[in-house]
């Protein structure tokens, strides 16, 4: 069997691929011009419940955590050899799917390779460690187990790269699982999992479900069976995963939104500054849960750096994933374009100024779900826009005059995910880079990350960390195994008797 029934690319269950239950399928458009992609299976909570009893069965039977973690991690590396060979193929499905630029869908899967080599190397690098009690005649050890069936549900922007964080560390530990990649972007999911196929993963270990949230997604929350939930999305969806997951007191992993600063002191680097402002606003049309949306700028250069950003803004080229002069691409859907629609005017309503951006594009774009480059500046740290994710490509500018007020307006949001910092002083850096409550901080740069380090979010931006050592630490529980080599009666309840 192939991934492919006649012309349907189907769940994979239990080591074979296979339609829904009840035959449901979905067709995919490419967002940036409505051409159809694929149709694909749709499954039901029944679909996915046979996914988890198939997940449960693999990991119980113990031979997946038994495997040694050098030959799980030796998967891993041979997962992005294959990716490597077929990168053109994974690079093309991910950008019919989201729209985006083939090179930007091109670097996506040369970071997901690298997440694939990470966790490859170090899968036999985390044993445990030896306690010291004091005490010779005792052995004390903590072990990491693998903490068992994990489910992962993941979002639209980043499909493959964020499936490969939870993936790849999971196949490290041992641990077996279900992926429900988003409903939109399905492809690279299935491309996975035929690699996985391919490279001999024992049957049960890794399943895909395909499907919405509220029906393929809701059973990895609710059902005792799953260990595990890591979820990456929005943070309403990750409200609700966390409750229903709390019935059943599972792991929960949650990587969230963010409302990201950008802070830039008038020392900064000036042409450097405003360029990265543009990339840390607008790569991918802002639908990165890291961007830089909220531009925090000193008083002294606002009206020159914003007149500046609002130039270059203006110039941006939008197009579909082939348009080689496109430098940037499509939202993802239509009700997500009218989302933003929405949360501009209601910015501008709140008092922002609309000083670029804002449209739908040229007619050109007319069968896409473009939106242009909006920069709204004389925002109030209540505005709105200032508030809410929006998502989209749309920077707020607020601006501040000492170094204590820029902390306090960077901090001032519910989230806490990434933000930078643009100085030229090494103090400054150094003091704003600690005072930020949020997990990433770049200082003179904004969006390189590599997976030797943690990526996750302060507050409502999430629960846990991806990538680095914690990354795979989220995928591992710890058991303290003590050992007596001299056991001996202890006399705690003295026989009262005089035997
Ligand atoms: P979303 O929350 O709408 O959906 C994410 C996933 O959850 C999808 O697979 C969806 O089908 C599923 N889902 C929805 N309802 C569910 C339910 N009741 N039970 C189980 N699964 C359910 O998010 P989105 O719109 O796809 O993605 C955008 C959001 O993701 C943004 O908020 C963005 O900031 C966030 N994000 C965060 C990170 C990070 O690393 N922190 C990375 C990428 C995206």
Redesign the pocket.
Known sequence: MTEQTNGVATLYIDGAWVPAADGATRTIHCPADGSTVGVVSEASAADTERAIAAARRAFDAGQWSATPAAQRGDLLLAVADAMKERKDEFARAEALDTGKRLVEAEGDMDDIMGCFRYFGKIADQHPGRLVDTGDPTVISRVVNEPVGVCGM??????PLL?ASWKIAPAIAAGDTFIL????LTPHTAILIMDVLDKLGLPAGVGNLVLG???TA??P??SHPDVDLVS?????V??R??AQTAAQTIKKVAL????KNPNVVFADADFDAAVDNALNAGFLDSGLV?SAGTRLIVQDTIAERFVDELVRRAADIRLGGPFDEAAQTGPLISAAHRNKVTDYVERGVAAGARLRVGGSWGGDELKDGFFYTPTVLDQCDWDNPAVVE?G?GPVITVETFSTEAEAVEIANHTEYG?AGAVWTSDSGTANRVSRALRHGTIWINDYHPYVPQAE?G?FKN??IGRELGPSGLGEYVEAKHIYENTEPAVSGWFPQQNGE
């Open positions: 549900i993941t979002p639209w922007n980043f964020q429900k990649p988003a409903e919405a949230g509220a997604g809701a990895l929350s979820f990456t999305g929005g943070l969806t990750g609700t995963i990587e969230l939104g963010g849960c994710e998502f995910l990526w979010g931006s999430g």
